[in-house]
């Protein structure tokens, strides 16, 4: 059995409608109309123990509702969902006891007190025995090498740094499934490096399942195995990175360096030119073109050196993204307004 | 919220200054109406402790040594009559958040906004209480008018309209000094970050001080000639006082004319106090 | 009783933790002490003022002076037990609820209220606690030494004053529960507390000042439907027994009715509360982030 599974889950918000200007001000005092947005729509999804999930999505696309929804915080409009046996809404503290979620934009440390404080805190609240305790933050705090400021107050710690006992805190009850949203948001590349590092470490040595969304593909193509793409509340994709950029980048980028400084000629025959600032030409190459291409290449130009990339990730994503919200016939437009009061 | 608003105002034509204020004060307007739920509770919960006023008075007026049924100088009837007034003073110079809100901007930097944007602050958040102040009215009216329907039986007599006057003048002054007043006390921001608990004070101070608990005639004269010499009792016990016919004659002239300097003092304080307040606050570079 | 022990424990931890907070920022502790303790030597001011001119609040109702101290004591008593364990968790509450930290909250492997209800301490508002129990120890000297009709202090009164004030509290904080539990529905609630304090305003007053046509029903309503006059008058009554002026004190379960129906009401409220509080959980739907 999956250590997670989700079926057929629904969640529905209604929405104040504000009518513009002073007038729909002075009757919305009265009568007030309301939409609903579908957050999370007949989602299905399965993950296994010990696999490292990322979701992936454009704002709003129902990412970070469903961590919600997995992690009990609300309740879903209908569907079920099973972790590790429990329903996550029923907020069973032996559930509470088994998971972590880390909410990058959100601060859950006593913004005034030294880290350590709010780690005693968790140590009694989740009932860690003192052994256990003082053995999980010395592993921690080497790991993260935050020894030093364990004792200074919170707001006096930079974001990377917060962002680290934030982790730390989730992680010292040795949760069995981590929830992570968007753990590297506004940090720079090298404390973002620090945390995938870590995360990546820790997740091999325990073995434990975590569930990440984030927009930086970098942390995503660094960590995770799979990824599900989640759009308008839907799942769109699920599968390895390897097989989305299969799928959504049919082209390759092939840059050139030529010995002459003279316009060459019959570029366009090639592929589409990206950009010619001589010595370097850039060219985009359909995939199974890219050999072909290569040795006329070398035919028709003399060339000091050549490469050839995959399209950026995060472009690939935006193709992915592009494609999934082009409307088919099937799809119904997620907001309606249903009611007014 | 609305600083977008404000940020596209380059022209310092008359027109479109009142066009700007216009805008502000409109969508401060939505602004507090958009939550209906806080808004409708707010307005009835504030006739509730003038009820317990009413009947504490009633227990030390039915136990007092009274002299003509009189304490203080004042009936029973005078006494209730004296603390509806208050609240009605009090509708005026109450300026819930101001203090707070100033303080929380700069604390929180967002006070670059306004020294950004050809806005001015005090300016800016003076049409924001006004639209406030009006929204509040509008709701409050019909419980204000039922309420002193209700209690007509407790108002001996109607003044005259020379004191009718004087007595919308000074509500007009009261809530002029309340928000300069309050303003100053958010201002102070800019030199100490947590202004919480001199906010507090004040508030201490003005409920025990400006009649708004009771009328400032039930001190010992010692006391009353000394808490007169503060601005305080115009935010709660002036108009009422004038109201009541307390204050009569040259003494009610002189009063207002001192209300009046008051006032301008705050305005003169304010303004000073913000600029030198962002002098300093720029010059540690925010 | 494990979980009463871990239970005591976290609570240990917060309120350590709040004096920490509370010693950092020393400066505004001692300002927020002398801002609160002023606001009672204030009142107390007022009081002293009105006496000069009265007898008794209430014409027969025996809130003399000494007794009427007792009864402010005891008010103090409670509010600054409310204001220093209770207060800075229901305003944190809403804001918790608009910036989506309930989250956080809801995570915790504990009990939802509990970690919601006693999270923080203000450590500041204690020093009105100390200053009540100076004015109640000068109120029941100057009772207990009256010339006519001094007050005898039975043991049981003893035990039992601190018991209802205990009840007093535990009213006190199922109301606040039940408000700030509606911030879940309102979204920003401002007014909070407002409304707090307008409602509990009526409970800080004798219930004998509640008298004539109007009055009655008042103090009917805020005796049986909404009790909030029971959490001081219970306890102040029963210790400084202002009937023992009047010819014939009546009966005992005249006196005694209040006390015995307040417990009722007190667990009444308590459970309330909870189920407010619970009721309220599942329609929580998490600021967007």
Redo the contacts between chains.
């Keep these: 059995m999956s250590i997670i599974e989700i079926k057929d889950l629904n969640k529905t918000?209604h929405v104040h409608q504000?009518k513009e200007?002073?007038w729909?001000?002075?009757t919305?005092?009265f009568r007030r109309e309301y939409k609903e947005v579908c957050a999370v729509k007949d989602l299905n999804l399965q993950v296994e123990q010990g696999e490292f999930v990322a979701f992936l999505g454009p704002n709003?696309a129902g990412k970070?509702t469903t961590l919600?929804l997995l992690?009990?915080?609300?309740?879903p409009t209908s569907g079920s969902v099973n972790v590790m046996g429990y329903v996550p809404w029923e907020?069973k503290?032996?559930?509470?006891?088994r998971?972590?979620?880390v909410?990058g934009?959100?601060n859950?440390l006593?913004w005034?007190?030294p880290a350590r404080?709010?780690f005693?805190?968790h140590q009694?609240?989740?009932?860690i025995d003192n052994k256990e305790f003082n053995y999980t933050l010395t592993e921690l705090s080497d790991l993260l090498q935050i020894g030093k400021l364990l004792d200074q107050?919170v707001r006096e710690l930079s974001l990377g740094e917060r962002m680290k006992m934030e982790l730390t805190a989730a992680l010292l009850h040795s949760p069995e499934i981590l929830f992570l949203?968007e753990p590297t948001i506004g940090l720079d590349v090298i404390a973002q490096h620090n945390i995938q590092n870590f995360l990546k470490y820790y997740q091999k040595e325990r073995k434990i399942t975590i569930l990440l969304t984030s927009h930086y593909m970098k942390d995503i193509a660094a960590l995770c195995q799979r990824v599900v793409v989640i759009a308008q509340g839907q799942l769109k994709y699920d599968g390895s990175l390897g097989e989305i950029i299969d799928q959504f980048s049919s082209t390759k980028e092939i840059t050139l360096s030529l010995d002459t400084n003279d316009q060459p000629t019959g570029l366009e025959d090639l592929g589409e030119v990206l950009e010619v600032n001589l010595p370097r030409v850039k060219l985009r190459v359909q995939r199974n073109k890219v050999a072909a291409c290569i040795s006329r290449i070398m035919d028709l130009y003399t060339v000091e050196d050549i490469t050839v990339e995959e399209l950026p990730l995060e472009e690939v994503i935006a193709n992915v993204f592009a494609h999934m919200s082009q409307p088919s016939d099937t799809d119904k437009p997620n907001e309606e307004i249903v009611s007014s009061r | 919220m609305s600083n977008t608003v404000v940020a596209t105002t380059i022209s310092h034509t008359i027109g479109h200054r009142f066009k700007v204020w216009w805008m502000i004060f409109k969508i401060s307007l939505e602004e507090r109406l958009a939550y209906r739920g806080d808004f409708a509770l707010g307005t009835l919960m504030r006739f509730l402790p003038i009820v317990t006023q009413i009947f504490l008075w009633g227990a030390i007026f039915s136990a007092g040594m009274t002299e003509e049924g009189k304490l203080f100088g004042y009936s029973y009837t005078d006494m209730v009559a004296y603390y509806l007034l208050t609240m009605l003073a009090r509708a005026f110079s109450s300026m819930p958040g101001l203090a707070t809100g100033i303080a929380a901007e700069i604390r929180s930097g967002e006070i670059k906004k306004y020294l950004i944007q050809p806005v001015d602050l005090l300016g800016y958040l003076f049409l924001r209480r006004i639209a406030h102040k009006v929204a509040y009215y509008a709701i409050a009216l019909l419980p204000f008018a039922f309420v002193f329907f209700l209690c007509r039986g407790y108002f001996s007599s109607f003044p005259d309209l020379l004191t009718f006057g004087a007595f919308l003048a000074s509500l007009v002054m009261g809530f002029l000094i309340g928000y300069y007043l309050e303003a100053c006390i958010g201002l102070v921001g800019f030199w100490f970050l947590e202004v919480g608990s001199l906010l507090f004070i004040y508030m201490l101070l003005s409920f025990f001080l400006s009649g708004h608990m009771f009328p400032l005639d039930i001190l010992p004269t010692s006391v009353k000639t000394v808490i007169e010499l503060l601005p305080l009792k115009y935010l709660a016990y002036y108009p009422p006082a004038i109201f009541l016919g307390k204050i009569q004659g040259w003494a009610l002239v002189y009063g207002l004319l001192i209300e009046a300097v008051w006032l301008l003092f705050f305005v003169v304080l304010s303004r000073v106090m913000f600029h030198f307040g962002v002098k300093r606050y720029s010059g540690f570079g925010g | 009783m494990y979980w009463l022990k871990r239970y005591l424990n976290i609570w240990f931890a917060f309120l350590r933790n709040s004096l920490v907070r509370d010693m950092s920022f020393r400066n505004n502790f001692w300002l927020e002490l002398i801002a609160a303790s002023s606001w009672v030597v204030m009142n107390l001011g007022f009081y002293i003022l009105v006496y000069q001119h009265t007898e008794e609040i209430g014409q027969g109702s025996g809130w003399h002076f000494p007794e009427f101290l007792c009864f402010l004591a005891t008010t103090t008593l409670i509010t600054s037990v409310v204001q220093a364990f209770f207060m800075p968790n229901a305003q944190e509450f809403s804001e918790l609820i608009r910036t989506g930290g309930l989250d956080f909250v809801l995570l915790k492997p504990i009990d939802t209220q509990f970690l919601v209800s006693f999270r923080k301490v203000s450590w500041s508002s204690l020093g009105n606690f100390v200053f009540a129990l100076g004015l109640l120890g000068y109120s029941v000297w100057k009772m207990t030494t009256a010339e006519t009709d001094p007050l005898v202090l039975s043991p049981i009164i003893c035990l039992l004053y601190p018991l209802f004030v205990l009840l007093g509290i535990v009213m006190m904080y199922s109301l606040m529960m039940i408000l700030a539990a509606t911030s879940i529905w309102l979204g920003r609630n401002q007014t909070l507390y407002d409304f707090w304090f307008y409602i509990t305003n009526f409970s800080r007053y004798p219930k004998e000042i509640y008298s004539g046509a109007w009055g009655l029903p008042l103090q009917y309503l805020f005796l049986f439907v909404v009790p909030i006059l029971l959490v001081v008058n219970v306890p102040a009554r029963m210790l400084a027994a202002p009937f023992r002026h009047q010819e014939n004190p009546g009966l005992w379960y005249v006196e005694w009715y209040l006390p015995i129906f307040m417990v009722g009401a007190a667990v009444v409220s308590l459970s309330l509360s909870r189920a407010i509080f619970q009721w309220a959980l599942r329609s929580y739907r998490s600021s967007s982030s």
């Design positions: 918000y504000k200007g002073l729909g001000s002075l919305g005092l709003g970070t919600k992690s009990g915080v609300i309740n907020r503290n032996e559930y509470r006891r998971f972590a979620l909410m934009q959100k859950q006593w005034d007190l404080e709010s005693r805190l009694q609240i989740y009932q107050p949203d």
